[in-house]
């Protein structure tokens, strides 16, 4: 069901949109009696299967339907569809859910059937009395004692994922929040930690055990109707016909001068900084990237080019590589003060029942853009090495609490750190900088801002 907010129906639409925990069920019976009335009706599918697990899922929802951050939902929203867009951070194990059972009762024989409920953390609860509803004007049977009917059990996989919101969506000063999301049946293992997605779903509460004397909290969630991934079109920015029209006119003035109208967008790169030129293109050719490649051999070349600075300070390195990540559609800026291995790259985290779940890093989330790290001589050298791979490979390979999997970071490092003390122009880059060849010879491009201490060069 797509481009629901173009419906004739409107007004199904909006029922729909307000009540899915009741309509959507509907929706999946009518999908189930098509399916048998196409095997009846035609001889060709006599051998085909009826897909009892099937589901109408929603690609698109209207405008108003949609959130931009996780802090804009509000208690408005409870038991209403909308999409939400967000970077997956953790990703859970795949688990079987008991979903229904059937019981009968003890005194009138009747059957019927047993439901989890999601917000009461998937709890079969039995009815108080018999459901029973009797013909005529006979007595209602009130027997509290049921027996399980054996083999009538129905299970589906169940998961959960944790997003985060888009880094590049947020204003200055705002924490990143994040969101669980339930993921049933066919959209289990549908993404993993780094993706951008954009998710519908319902958005539910689930209720912790209540304990005397205490404050009763429930947790919001998104039960998920669709996932989708973004991973192929995330590095490309949208445009607009204007801006198009304004790229084009540029092209056009500079034409048969390309050296100039280069210069002229790499003065544009962080203009507060007087000269740098060297550096700035630098940056530039590091933000445009290069194309990966494949030789015959099937052994891939990367095509992220990484970037090292290495300069005394109030050079303004921190500056160029903050303006690197406003550049950049996708991007991560952290700092080496206090970083880890598994900050950098992927961190084991427990989860409700004891299970383990990875929780995605800065390298990870800057999948398909750059990741930019201030002060990078603070990172400690045992957390060094665990970026060999990722920058080189552009994969990292896990085996945490008895995880093992490999996540992709075809990611591009921009680096900047200071020297070890006064730097000696007499001594190599690597006693310089106390950093091993190995990591040194993964940056493609390393550049030394040195500081000449010319009161003129500062004033301009």
Not at 385 to 405: F, R, W, Y
Request: proline share 3%.
């Amino acid at each position: 069901v797509s481009q629901l907010g173009e419906s004739e129906d409107t007004d199904a639409a909006q029922i729909l949109l307000d009540n899915p925990i009741a309509v959507l069920p509907l929706l999946d019976d009518a999908i189930i009696e098509a399916q048998i009335s196409l095997k009846k009706g035609n001889p060709e599918f006599e051998n085909c299967k009826v897909k009892i697990n099937s589901h109408a899922r929603l690609c698109e929802l209207p405008v108003h339907c949609y959130k931009s951050t996780v802090s804009s939902i509000r208690c408005g929203d409870l038991h209403k569809m909308l999409k939400l867009s967000g970077t997956v951070i953790r990703t859970g194990g795949v688990k079987m859910l008991e979903a229904e059972r059937e019981y009968q009762c003890n005194e009138c024989a009747h059957k019927f059937r047993v439901f989890s409920d999601l917000e009461q953390n998937s709890i079969i609860e039995l009815p108080s009395r018999c459901p029973s509803q009797p013909e005529g004007k006979k007595k209602r049977c009130k027997s509290r004692r049921f027996t399980y009917v054996e083999g009538t059990h129905v299970c589906r996989d169940y998961q959960e994922i944790k997003i985060q919101e888009i880094v590049q969506k947020l204003t200055v000063g705002s924490v990143p929040r994040s969101m669980l999301v339930v993921c049933h049946d066919d959209l289990v293992e549908s993404c993993q930690a780094g993706d951008d997605v954009d998710i519908v779903g319902i958005v539910r509460n689930m209720w912790n055990p209540v304990i005397k004397d205490e404050r009763c909290v429930c947790e919001i969630f998104i039960e998920a109707n669709s996932i989708k991934i973004n991973n192929d079109t995330k590095s490309r920015m949208r445009l607009d016909e204007e801006l198009k029209q304004e790229f084009e006119e540029f092209w056009i003035k500079h034409q048969g001068k390309p050296m100039r109208a280069r210069d002229h967008i790499v003065s544009g790169i962080c203009p507060q900084l007087y000269g740098l030129y060297a550096v700035k293109l630098a940056v530039a050719l590091t933000l445009i990237g290069g194309v990966a490649k494949r030789d015959k051999s099937g052994t891939k070349i990367r095509g992220e080019n990484h970037l090292l600075l290495v300069g005394d300070p109030g050079t303004g390195k921190s500056q160029l590589l903050r303006v690197a990540a406003k550049l950049a559609p996708r991007s991560v800026l952290t700092t080496g003060i206090g970083t880890t291995s598994a900050g950098l790259t992927v961190a084991a985290v427990k989860e409700k029942g004891g299970s383990w779940g990875l929780e995605a890093g800065a390298l990870v989330l800057a999948d398909g853009g750059i990741c930019c790290i201030d002060e990078f001589g603070c990172v400690r050298e045992h957390d060094r090495l665990t970026i060999h791979e990722a920058m080189e490979q552009q994969t990292l390979s896990i085996a945490k609490a008895g995880l093992v999997c490999t996540l992709n970071t075809r990611t591009t490092i921009f680096a900047v750190m200071n020297p070890k003390g006064r730097y000696d122009v007499m001594q190599d880059l690597t006693v310089n900088c106390a950093i091993a060849s190995p990591l040194l010879s993964r940056f493609d491009l390393i550049l030394l801002i040195l500081d000449s201490q010319n009161e003129e060069w500062d004033k301009k």
